[in-house]
């Protein structure tokens, strides 16, 4: 739309909403269109308004109208173009500008200047016809199916439903862009806008690794029940596509074969069952954190960390096996009666070993955070909650996530940004649980009878940060 004319990167957003709305802006800087397509518009990541009617489906009740609101309301906690801050709020008014500007909708105009031009016929935000039909269903963390998402207002941030051979498409076209308006405006999308820490820069909405001289091009999301991942090298012609209809599905399979290309290739050798039973237990590699070695019905050994999914062990010998998901080697260690006792592990040169702590494991659901923990419920007066409430800004690398803890008519909630809000359930030692995920743990620290840093543990991983002045 630039490149016709349509629009300028450089645009004040406000130039393409209605008059009414009064866009923020702070110390005379406005958000432009490359500010919300860069995520430096300094908007949150979730318009604080956004409280859903059915939380199973957030997003299909809230309306035009109500971004305008908040826009109308809001102030900007930083200059507009100052940092990067992932925000889905800003890349949706992204989609909705170039509704406006365009007089189509979202879904019709990405449907004309991109979906027909790459024939990707099996993409859209309106679930009907073929795309109904073929439509899987999403789980959640614990495997249970979960409601599709209607993305309206916001339709830029996560509207459109996809497969995998249209999305293979649309990557090969990103990695090799034709010789037409679409292609040149693939490569302007490509084109480094900023750096934006922990080894990545942006381009427009792409992501952009920087690893050992080379640049490879990532973008990912989700929905709930859902989540994908795609990315490519132009220079290797090479590229993947990771779709998953589950909602926490974290692993990162395709980056790490497009980093560290293919498998080790070592020869593989295949030792009896009696034999790989022997590895067969959990070994503590870290302290507190213990690998399981299970043997699967297939007849092979799987190695699983905490948080994580299991890889498959392959043999080089009796006591040596390598993982061809990544390049990782372990060996098992014995005693003089000859009794499994530890193992090693070479993980990319960096050596770990521990022992043997039992000769079985949990299930592996529970090893990666996906079994549904019991949980203490204490009773908490008002007094006890009040240290509690306040306003905390997590850190997660180059993003953020602000979770407000408050009372509400007897009961200590807390409402991450953009989210509906949940009940605490208290453990004990200033430790609270998700209500209806207990999986799902608040760690705060109190001093001077007031918390100040708030941790959240969440699917084998913790992000912490402090309580806001």
Known sequence: MAARGELALDDPAAKHLPPHVTMPSRNSREITLLDLATHRSGLPRMPDNFEPADPENPYADYSVERLYTFLSSHELRRDPGAEFEYSNLGMGLLGHALERVSGQTYEVLVRERILD??????????????????????HDQYGDVVPYWDVIALAGAGGPRSDLEDMLRYVRANMNPPDSPLGRAMRDAHRVRDDIGED??????????????????????????????????????????????????????????????????????????????????????????????????????????????????????????????????????????????GMVADLEGSERSGPKVSDDGPPPRVVAGNARPEAEDLPMTAEEMAPYEGTFVLEAGPRTLEVRVFIEEGRLMAQPAGQRAYRLMYQGDHEFRLEPDPAIRLVFTVENARAETLTL?????????????
């Open 117 to 138: 031009p790459l024939g990707m016929d099996m993409t859209g935000i309106t679930l009907e016809g073929d795309l109904a039909d073929w439509m899987t269903r999403g």
């Open 200 to 341: 990545r820069t942006i381009g427009l909405a792409w992501s952009i690794l920087e690893y050992q001289g080379r640049q490879i091009w990532t973008h990912g999301g989700g929905t709930a029940g859902f989540s994908t991942y795609i990315g490519f090298d132009p220079e290797l012609g090479v590229g993947f596509v990771r779709l998953a209809n589950a909602g926490n599905f974290e692993d990162d399979i395709g980056l790490d074969f497009l980093r560290r290309g293919p498998p080790l290739d070592i020869a593989e050798v295949h030792p009896a069952p009696e034999v790989l039973q022997r590895y067969v237990g959990s070994y503590e590699l870290m302290p507190g954190r213990a690998a399981v070695i299970r043997m699967e019905d297939e007849g092979w050994l799987t190695m699983q960390a905490p948080g994580n999914v299991r890889f498959r062990m392959h043999a080089e010998s009796d006591t040596s096996f390598f993982l061809k998901r990544t390049p990782w080697r372990f060996w098992f260690t014995r005693d003089e009666t000859g009794a499994v006792v």
């Open 457 to 469: 543990h969440q699917s084998g991983s913790a992000i912490s940060g402090r309580r806001q002045p």
